[in-house]
């Protein structure tokens, strides 16, 4: 039987960022939440996603003009958000 | 380290621009092109400036991916930009380099320093260290980026390569050793292309230079799997500049080496048509420089953004 460690929160993020960033992304993620969030990356919890996501999104728009995907990337953090919340 | 950089390359322009007011012009030059050696002066001017405007580009693309390099450089990527910066740096430099050391060298044939055998020999082979180094650079970085995400070249692509490689190697072969002037000059020519016997030239420019380009061949097609492997939309569209901007750097070099071992059937071709070739190879190379350094700024923003 094989046991699939449970990704953590950060490990998610990264992961959807990747998607957007590729090999910047999780330096992109931890970033954000030293600097926006006062924290190490491993310590992020559901309840910082807003903020992460606000600090995110403007962040992603300065680096693509693609409207689309900035908006496609926050909902996917907002599905994760929903998820860890509910 | 941008200031270095391009405090270096106004000192290299200054020096280049003095050389060619000091030096004195070939007799059989300007009997050849039917002008003054005031005319011919000038002549060079206008050839200089694209060239000051590649060697600004490539100075302008070490600065940048030097930046993005140094900034990834504790990744898992980091050693692979590192190399492929290493390469933008020592190609870029050899530019001017070997531009001044000919000047220097021409010099000194003319004050009877030393023979023109030597002169032409030192710059055919410091041309051919400055690239075969760079290219290895180049290649392993490439390599490198590849290997970090498990990307590999199909054997159609290899056998693509090869085959391309056999086939211009066997041309560059064939035309650099049925040069009449390769060994002592011969009408039209005024100086030998090598002043070596063939052996020599076989060994130390043939090999050497389509080892130079096999490494190129092989740096663009590993830098294109690397693309299509890694992901990240953003990264992406950062990456295809520099991917492309090396291409076409590395492509136009090949060519220029390429043409520069056919430099005596070219003279046939009159002053216009050799000018329009150099000035077409110089704004593609420029081109591919700014590039390289477009894709590497856009990298490097992915880094900076907070």
């Known amino acids: ?83 860890r919340n509910t | 380290m941008a200031k270095r950089y391009y405090w270096l390359l106004a000192v290299l322009v200054i020096l280049y621009i003095v050389s060619i007011f000091v030096l004195k012009t070939d ?61 933008v740096v020592i190609i870029g430099l050899g530019l001017p380099i070997t531009s001044i050391v000919g000047r220097l060298l021409t010099y000194a044939v003319q004050q009877n320093a030393v023979s023109q055998a030597f002169s032409t020999i030192v710059s055919t082979h410091l041309t051919i260290v400055f690239y075969i180094v760079g290219f ?20 159609r692509q290899v056998s693509g390569a090869i085959g391309a490689l056999a086939l211009i190697s066997a041309f560059y072969a064939f035309a650099t050793l049925s040069d009449p002037s390769r060994m002592a000059a011969h009408a039209p020519a005024t100086t030998a292309t ?17 080892v130079i380009w096999a490494l190129g061949f092989f ?9 299509q492997k890694v992901g990240g939309a953003i990264y992406r569209a ?22 520069t071992t056919v430099t005596t059937n070219l003279s046939g071709w009159g002053l216009s048509a050799l000018l329009l070739l150099v000035y077409l190879l110089l704004a593609v190379i420029a081109i591919g420089y700014v590039l390289i350094a477009l894709g590497a700024k856009g990298l490097a923003k992915l880094e900076e953004v907070i």
């Open chain 1, 1 to 83: 039987m094989v046991i699939k460690a449970k990704a953590s929160l950060y490990d998610e993020i990264v992961d959807i960022t990747y998607d957007y960033l590729g090999p910047a992304a999780p330096r992109f993620i931890a970033r954000g939440i030293e600097t926006h969030l006062s924290k190490k990356p491993e310590k992020l919890i559901a309840s910082d996603i807003p903020v992460l996501l606000d600090w995110s999104k403007l962040a992603i728009a300065l680096l693509t003009d693609d409207k689309q995907m900035v908006e496609d990337f926050s909902q996917r953090l907002l599905v994760i958000a929903e998820r």
């Open chain 2, 27 to 87: 007799s059989a030059t300007l009997a050849r092109y039917h002008i003054s050696d005031v005319q011919l002066k000038f002549l060079s001017l206008t050839i200089i400036i694209p060239a000051f405007a590649i060697w600004l580009a490539a100075f302008y693309s070490i600065v940048n991916t030097g930046k993005y390099a140094q900034k990834i450089k504790n990744t898992p990527h980091g050693e692979g930009f590192g190399h492929l910066a290493n390469g």
């Open chain 2, 136 to 155: 290895f650079f180049l290649y392993r970085g490439a390599r490198l980026l590849a290997g970090s995400v498990r990307a590999k070249l199909s054997q």
């Open chain 2, 194 to 210: 090598y002043y070596m016997p063939d052996w020599l030239i076989l060994l130390t420019v043939i090999i050497p230079y389509i």
């Open chain 2, 219 to 227: 740096t663009t097609l590993l830098l294109a799997t690397y693309y």
């Open chain 2, 238 to 259: 950062a990456l295809v500049k520099l991917n492309f901007g090396f291409f076409v750097v590395i492509l136009a070099l090949i060519i220029l080496q390429f043409i």
